[in-house]
């Protein structure tokens, strides 16, 4: 079965310290995953995907197909970071986005 | 460039009547999603429409519903409403169904059912 786990529905860090927000997906074919972020009272918006290997806002995500996970990575968590975070696949050929549960990140002063 | 809008914002209905929310795609793109986001469950794929045309479906029993007009503007209805229905109601727009293609979603509708 397709699905995104998103272990953590909280996480709370210090400012200045590294931020690691965990996704594990199970899909058979080759996965598209992705990071969408929802700060408060804003729509949700595609942070990066893996297949531009970018880095938005400081975060990174490396696709690790051995340990089927897309952890979002920042060494230096910024009080602006505080916001719910999602983790998403796309399926190929049904072309479906299946959502984690998302994960609240909120970074203290 | 206008995003993706969702109306009503906010409905109020009670059990066994039926809802019907709308969302305008932005402008160019075919494909609309359909997602509910029930307090504590993220974001559960209801309904995928392409083209007016139906792709896929989530796990929603068939009161679920929705279609997809010709200017490729969607509607969702909920018959029979069930308390549990009361959720966020996203809407999502991309340029095609394809493989890549960035999503962006509308604000949202609240359904509240009493």
């Known amino acids: 079965a397709q699905r995104v786990t998103q272990p953590e529905k909280l996480l709370s860090v210090f400012k200045g310290a590294p931020v690691e927000l965990k996704c594990n997906y199970s899909y058979s074919g080759s996965p598209e995953l992705f990071w969408y972020v929802q700060y408060s009272r804003q729509r949700l918006q595609l942070l990066l995907r893996h297949i531009s290997r970018e880095s938005i806002k400081g975060f990174t995500a490396d696709l690790n197909k051995g340990e089927t996970s897309f952890h979002l990575k920042k060494p230096f968590a910024q009080e602006e970071d505080s916001a719910m975070y999602y983790c998403?696949?796309?399926?190929?050929?049904?072309?479906?986005?299946?959502f984690g549960t998302g994960t609240r990140l909120k970074v203290l002063a | 460039e206008a995003g993706v809008t969702q109306s009503p914002t906010h409905l109020i209905k009670t059990r066994g009547q039926q809802a019907t929310l709308r969302c305008s795609p932005i402008?160019?793109?075919?494909?609309v999603y359909w997602y509910q986001q029930a307090l504590g469950l993220g974001l559960q794929f209801l309904l995928w429409y392409d083209e007016g045309e139906e792709r896929n479906r989530g796990n929603f029993p068939p009161r679920f519903s929705g279609r997809q007009f010709p200017n490729y503007s969607s509607e969702l209805n909920v018959n029979a409403l069930e308390l549990e229905d009361s959720a966020l109601y996203l809407c999502?727009?991309?340029?095609?169904?394809?493989?890549?293609?960035?999503?962006?979603f509308g604000e949202g509708s609240w359904l509240t059912v009493v």
């Open positions: 999502a727009s991309s340029l095609t169904g394809k493989t890549g293609n960035t999503i962006y």
């Open positions: 998403a696949l796309i399926t190929t050929g049904t072309y479906k986005y299946i």
């Open positions: 402008s160019g793109h075919t494909s």
